[in-house]
């Protein structure tokens, strides 16, 4: 089943460390693959606080979204974001698509 990891940034910390976070993930996504659905695009907030940013990627199943964050490619970029912007991740298994009438 799809999975998803969601990254809500709620605000820009220190620049720099977010664009060194920004230099190192193409690592983590080169040693396993994902799809980016929306990534810190135009948004609005319907209900709750303001945010700075949302990104959504998608994986296989949650063992690959599991895999690629504890991956050594991303723990080595996470520092740089968590030094450069708060906010939060969530992982998010998605739901099977309902089948068609006959099939």
Same mark, same amino acid.
């Given at each position: 089943?799809t999975a998803y990891v969601i990254f809500v940034r709620d605000a820009v910390t220190? %620049?720099? #460390?977010?664009?060194? +976070?920004?230099?190192?993930?193409? @690592?983590?996504?080169?040693?396993?693959?994902?799809?980016?659905?929306?990534? +810190?695009? *135009?948004? =609005?907030?319907?209900?709750? =606080? *303001?945010?700075?940013?949302? #990104?959504? /990627?998608?994986?296989?199943?949650? #063992?690959?979204?599991? #895999?690629?964050? @504890? !991956?050594?490619? +991303?723990?080595?970029?996470?520092?740089?974001? /968590?030094?450069? !912007?708060?906010?939060?991740?969530? /992982?998010?298994?998605?739901?099977?698509? %309902? !089948?068609?009438?006959?099939?």
């Amino acid at each position: 089943m799809t999975a998803y990891v969601i990254f809500v940034r709620d605000a820009v910390t220190d %620049p720099t #460390a977010l664009e060194r +976070y920004r230099e190192l993930t193409p @690592a983590a996504r080169k040693a396993h693959p994902l799809e980016p659905l929306a990534f +810190y695009g *135009p948004h =609005d907030v319907l209900e709750g =606080d *303001p945010v700075d940013g949302v #990104a959504i /990627l998608a994986f296989p199943d949650m #063992a690959a979204a599991r #895999a690629w964050y @504890a !991956s050594p490619e +991303y723990q080595a970029a996470r520092p740089h974001r /968590l030094q450069g !912007s708060r906010g939060k991740i969530y /992982l998010v298994e998605g739901v099977a698509a %309902p !089948s068609e009438p006959g099939t």
